[in-house]
């Protein structure tokens, strides 16, 4: 071999070994996956659930030796950051985790407020963003042109509106309804859909209240209410403002006979806080364990102890499988490239951690059902199935 053939030869071995170590430094580098959420201020509760889901599904996968991409197991790394339930930090945050941390996608949001912004921004950079507990309508309606970076797994407005009648139809009473919604986005929505189907489900919405997140007074609302003698009671808030609603009703003697509040009777803080006068309150279910969802027996060995029958398990259980989702489909991709993900993500079709999951502009829907607390319990009510249980109807706490 001529000594030109030679040194060819060596300079193709060492491009060939450059390449070889390159490839492998790619592959021992984790995937970088990254939140935005709440961890303090008004919605703290729920993002401190998000976090342990999201976090204990990164712990399992690594556990199993990582996501098989391509032919190689890579670890994930999952860094989060407390928007202090503020939408402005999340988009600030959700870039930073793009741009400066390297995140390949963004994991668990809830509620529009703060899903919109996160989903605006996976948009912008192209990156996908998967979450749940943002009700469908309104997420869909923050973007008329259709998301395409974005996805949501969860139920929607429309399914949770025939459950509120329909569960309310249960109860003895005059059909007369009082609605109590915030401003923001999926407090707009449920309103509007409330009142559109009140006539068809055989009620008549008789009051309507709106009013701001963190309204603090809500006199005049429900001096409104009991005015109108409306005996259901539907309402849309953050926890703290359904907290305060609850105790004035009690104060100023407005006693419904049905009362469901979406968002602010779903922890576990409600019945701590507000004892008997939080007995019988409705809210909507989408998870349950009678299901027997693929990871059902992992969520109940982790969390049902901490959380029992609650939404708090629904959305452990939930948040966990968004996480699995977005796994599943960076092994399914073969890639950590955020538009190859964000492919995969689209062409889900089956069995998960929520039930079948297709979606459809971008959204999966789950199926959903009427909870009521009892206890220290959220037991199904409507519609009937093997876990249901006879609705409370008057509310043990305003009939006295």
């Given at each position: 071999?001529?000594?030109?053939?030679?040194?060819?030869?060596?300079?193709?071995?060492?491009?060939?070994?450059?390449?070889?170590?390159?490839a492998t430094a790619q592959s021992d580098k984790p995937i970088v996956i990254g939140s935005t959420l709440p961890l303090t201020g008004p919605l703290q509760t729920l993002g401190a659930v998000v976090?342990?889901?999201?976090?204990?599904?990164?712990?399992?996968?690594?556990?199993?030796?990582?996501?098989?991409?391509?032919?190689?197991?890579?670890?994930?790394?999952?860094?989060?950051?407390?928007?202090?339930?503020?939408?402005?930090?999340?988009?600030?945050?959700?870039?930073?985790?793009?741009?400066?941390?390297?995140?390949?996608?963004?994991?668990?949001?809830?509620?529009?407020?703060?899903?919109?912004?996160?989903?605006?921004?996976?948009?912008?950079?192209?990156?996908?963003?998967?979450?749940?507990?943002?009700?469908?309508?309104?997420?869909?309606?923050?973007?008329?042109?259709?998301?395409?970076?974005?996805?949501?797994?969860?139920?929607?407005?429309?399914?949770?509106?025939?459950?509120?009648?329909?569960?309310?139809?249960?109860?003895?009473?005059?059909?007369?309804?009082?609605?109590?919604?915030?401003?923001?986005?999926?407090?707009?929505?449920?309103?509007?859909?409330?009142?559109?189907?009140?006539?068809?489900?055989?009620?008549?919405?008789?009051?309507?209240a709106k009013f701001p997140i963190g309204t603090v007074d809500f006199n005049q609302f429900i001096q409104g209410a009991k005015s109108a003698n409306a005996d259901v009671l539907l309402a849309i808030?953050?926890?703290?403002?359904?907290?305060?609603?609850?105790?004035?009703?009690?104060?100023?003697?407005?006693?419904?006979?049905?009362?469901?509040?979406?968002?602010?009777?779903?922890?576990?803080?409600?019945p701590k806080v507000l004892g008997e006068l939080g007995q019988g309150s409705l809210m909507f279910g989408w998870w349950s364990p009678e299901a027997r969802h693929p990871g059902t027996d992992r969520?109940?060995?982790?969390?049902?102890?901490?959380?029992?029958?609650?939404?708090?398990?629904?959305?452990?259980?939930?948040?966990?499988?968004?996480?699995?989702?977005?796994?599943?489909?960076?092994?399914?991709?073969?890639?950590?490239?955020?538009?190859?993900?964000?492919?995969?993500?689209?062409?889900?079709?089956?069995?998960?951690?929520?039930?079948?999951?297709?979606?459809?502009?971008?959204?999966?829907?789950?199926?959903?059902?009427?909870?009521?607390?009892?206890?220290?319990?959220?037991?199904?009510?409507?519609?009937?199935?093997?876990?249901?249980?006879?609705?409370?109807?008057?509310?043990?706490?305003?009939?006295?």
């Amino acid at each position: 071999m001529s000594s030109i053939c030679r040194v060819f030869a060596r300079a193709v071995a060492a491009l060939a070994l450059a390449w070889a170590s390159a490839a492998t430094a790619q592959s021992d580098k984790p995937i970088v996956i990254g939140s935005t959420l709440p961890l303090t201020g008004p919605l703290q509760t729920l993002g401190a659930v998000v976090r342990e889901a999201n976090e204990q599904a990164v712990a399992d996968i690594n556990a199993a030796g990582g996501v098989k991409v391509g032919n190689v197991m890579r670890k994930v790394q999952y860094k989060v950051m407390d928007n202090r339930s503020d939408p402005n930090l999340v988009t600030q945050q959700a870039r930073t985790l793009v741009l400066e941390q390297g995140a390949v996608a963004l994991l668990g949001s809830f509620t529009p407020p703060l899903s919109i912004p996160l989903s605006n921004v996976a948009e912008q950079l192209q990156v996908p963003a998967i979450f749940s507990n943002t009700p469908v309508e309104g997420w869909q309606a923050a973007n008329p042109k259709g998301w395409r970076y974005a996805w949501d797994v969860f139920v929607a407005e429309t399914q949770m509106t025939a459950l509120h009648y329909g569960a309310a139809a249960l109860a003895n009473t005059n059909k007369r309804v009082a609605l109590f919604t915030d401003t923001e986005d999926d407090g707009v929505v449920f309103g509007r859909l409330w009142e559109q189907e009140a006539a068809k489900q055989g009620f008549t919405v008789a009051y309507r209240a709106k009013f701001p997140i963190g309204t603090v007074d809500f006199n005049q609302f429900i001096q409104g209410a009991k005015s109108a003698n409306a005996d259901v009671l539907l309402a849309i808030m953050i926890p703290p403002d359904g907290l305060a609603l609850w105790k004035q009703m009690k104060a100023l003697g407005y006693s419904p006979k049905v009362a469901a509040c979406e968002k602010c009777a779903h922890t576990v803080a409600w019945p701590k806080v507000l004892g008997e006068l939080g007995q019988g309150s409705l809210m909507f279910g989408w998870w349950s364990p009678e299901a027997r969802h693929p990871g059902t027996d992992r969520v109940l060995a982790v969390w049902q102890g901490k959380y029992g029958m609650t939404t708090d398990l629904e959305t452990v259980a939930t948040n966990y499988a968004v996480a699995n989702i977005l796994f599943d489909a960076i092994r399914r991709a073969g890639s950590a490239d955020p538009k190859a993900i964000n492919k995969a993500i689209g062409q889900t079709d089956g069995p998960t951690g929520v039930g079948a999951v297709k979606f459809s502009r971008n959204a999966a829907l789950v199926p959903a059902f009427m909870r009521q607390w009892q206890g220290d319990k959220q037991v199904q009510v409507f519609p009937a199935g093997p876990a249901s249980l006879k609705m409370l109807a008057p509310l043990p706490g305003f009939a006295k």
